[in-house]
């Protein structure tokens, strides 16, 4: 049978489990507007009964505190990770396409392209009577190097904003990397805590914490798992491997952790791409991390997009031979390219091609349009085991992605002042200037590497080109400028066609009234004249920035209402906290008065029946 004192023991149990549970809850209103915390409670179990030789069999012992527990909702910790990647991706392209934005204003607020544009022919348009005159023809150069001031400072924004895209990739990779390191060193404290048959509350808090920070930049994936006995996998020793994935890659796993790096480019994807911008790998495996693929999400991915995104316009096409050049050399022959047009055309003039999942350097390339042929010229030469399997495999420059990012809008620049510079140059080449010579070409490109100008003199009218030539390709809205002999000599600029030159008819302007219909007249993108240009451009925007906006609004009502449910379930509550607060306290006063009640029978045994 139990012990005479049994019933104080019972007693006594009932004190000890609500002073835990008073305990618990003072500490709950402490950390009320402690970040991260979550509340916390203790977890009453039955103690187990004791045999007595009784016709009840068992009684009562009392009650176990078995644990003081966080109390969290997985299922809505997931649900939070995974709406908020898809804000702050959201909340990335809002911020950067709002930044584009600001370089395409048109509007009477700003001196902008259709003014700069419409001043432009203004002025050629009144060379038609007097297109001699020498005053006139330097105030039309003069709106025409506006136009180029205007264009070069699109471009300039538009490589900042890269930039900007650029270094806080570099920002977030690294704190990527010390989030990582410091839930890797949370596991192995809490494992610690855990395997002694504690339970780390505080350390999940901050764990939790960081898992939050991290899922604003990448999407992310937490599997925890008990450590269980090899020998009997039914036998749980207390602690966890918790593992951390971002987009679908494992950053952490138990008390160890990968780190991520960023490597520089050596060449650039796109033509008007910045040097150097970071592609980011696995630093134990060189393995790149899945930044715009469909797993992924978060800030990280919304930068890549606008940093990197070409509306799914990169290079593409399919090897069909490859062979050794006369010289050792190793040639890619392709066909089927997405490409066929040298105006629209974003591939750097040196790279990294992608076949069969290798890369290959190039040093330049050239396009047969007759055939729509390319010949790429690789750096080094390969085997020619390895030359037959690449034939048939796909050829890539750069990846696909589904957003009109800075390389996207730069090519609509590009291809825009292609459009216009060949039409506006072939015209002038057409002509005779002031002094009754040929004309030569009125925009030119700036060779970067020594400051001379390209005239395009090796332009192919059916679109053959090479890296090698000064074709229109190497016209870019950075380095197209009025040439320099033009703005010392307006003289030289052209004005009438070459036949039926009359030279004592110094204002003859036949060529002006074609040069006119540039404006509006002759398509030069997408089906439109110079004047439709930005509105297209403009367009272009406006459906990505009301799109950015629509799903981050979307994104945050969904992220708010998800934390206000989990809150609700892993917050304190003032008001819940008093009502403990209450029941426990009567709890602990009804214990208090049974140890009282029995200490009076346990005293009137002793003292009034006892032999």
Known sequence: MPSTFFGLHIASSGLGAFQAAVNTTANNISNVKTVGYSRQQAIFQAAEALRVNQRYGTAGSGVDVTAIKQVRDFYYDVKYWNSNSDLMMYDARLYYSQQIEDYLIDDDSTKGFSKILDEMFNALDTLKTAAGDKDRRQQFISKAQNLVTYFQGVSNGF???????????????????????KIATLNKQINIIELQGGYANELRDQRAVLVDELSSMVSVECIELPVTNTNYPDVYLGGTDYTVKINGQTLVSS????????????????????????????????????????????????????RDGNNKMNFHAKVESAYRTANGGTELKLTGASITDIKMMTMNNEGVIMVNNKAYNYTGFSYDAATK????????????????????????????????????????????LRAFCEEFNNMQKSGLDAYGNEAGAFFVAVNPTDKSELTFGNYDKDGSMSTAWDSYYRLTADNFNVAFALTRDPLLMATVYKEGYNPDDKDKNNLIEDMMKLKSDIPLFRGGGA????????????????????????????????????MSISGVDEDEEAMDMLKFQNAYNLAARMVQTMSEMYNRLILETGV
């Open 255 to 306: 008390d160890r952790y990968n780190e991520l790096k960023c490597v520089a480019r050596e060449y650039k994807v796109n033509q008007s791409d910045n040097e150097g911008l970071y592609d980011v790998y696995w630093v134990d495996t060189d393995i790149p991390l899945a930044t715009t693929t469909g797993t992924a999400s978060g800030s990280l991915k919304g930068l890549f997009e606008m």
């Open 531 to 566: 004047n439709e240009f930005l509105q297209c451009l403009i367009s272009d925007n406006s459906v990505d920035t009301e799109k950015a906006t629509l799903f981050f609004k979307k994104y945050e009502n969904l992220t708010n209402t998800i934390n206000t449910r989990r």
């Open 373 to 416: 042929t390319y010949i790429f010229q690789l750096e080094d030469t390969i085997p020619i085991m390895e030359q037959n399997e690449l034939v048939g495999k796909d050829a890539d420059i750069g990846t696909s992605i589904d957003a009109m990012g800075i390389p996207y809008y730069m090519s609509q620049l590009n291809t825009f």
């Open 159 to 181: 490589s900042k904003i890269q930039q900007a895209c650029n270094q806080e990739i570099s920002t977030q990779v690294s704190t990527i990397n010390s989030i990582g390191a």
